[in-house]
């Protein structure tokens, strides 16, 4: 029911915004300022657990980036462009330079967090409540907590690309 409400809206949305020639929904900020007060029932982290929910247990796929599997990088880029038209770099490595940094004390729901573990980078996004969703490589997107012993140990950094307007 939740899905083809959704896509109800987003229709109905795009259905209004054609008529309004003078609003250009491409810039980020009027796009997600858009989808969050037009889904009055619908917080950000709901609109993120639905993305957590169409992809759950997706496998985890080397430089994947679609339903076949994703890894992580391909799981938040796949995730911001679905949800806000937002394209973010397509490494893990290169989304360290975008937005703002963010103290680990201060994140958000939507932010992205990035770890360091010997040999490679991983990231995901916040969702609150000291829980994050990813692409992992033994069990595909999950959910974790970013105070595990091994998410803990390896926390790196977090970047703010959205400021979401409830």
């Not at 893990?92 to 680990?104: A, I, L, P």
């Amino acid at each position: 029911m939740g899905k083809y409400f959704l896509l109800i809206v987003l229709c109905l949305t795009f259905t209004v915004a054609a008529a309004e020639t003078e609003r250009n929904l491409m810039e980020r900020d009027s796009i997600i300022e858009f989808k969050l007060d037009s889904l009055k029932m619908t917080t950000f982290q709901d609109i993120l657990e639905q993305q957590f929910e169409k992809y759950d247990h997706v496998r985890y796929r080397y430089a994947g980036g679609d339903e076949k599997g994703f890894d992580c990088s391909g799981f938040v880029t796949t995730v911001f462009q679905n949800l806000f038209e937002m394209k973010l770099p397509r490494s893990s490595r290169d989304m360290v330079k975008v937005g703002e940094e963010v103290s680990k004390e201060d994140l958000q729901i939507g932010d992205l967090v990035i770890f360091k573990p010997p040999g490679y980078s991983h990231v995901g996004i916040y969702l609150g409540d000291g829980v994050f969703m990813h692409s992992s490589t033994k069990l595909g997107v999950t959910k974790s907590s970013i105070d595990s012993t091994y998410w803990k140990k390896y926390y790196r950094t977090s970047r703010r690309v959205l400021n979401p307007i409830q």
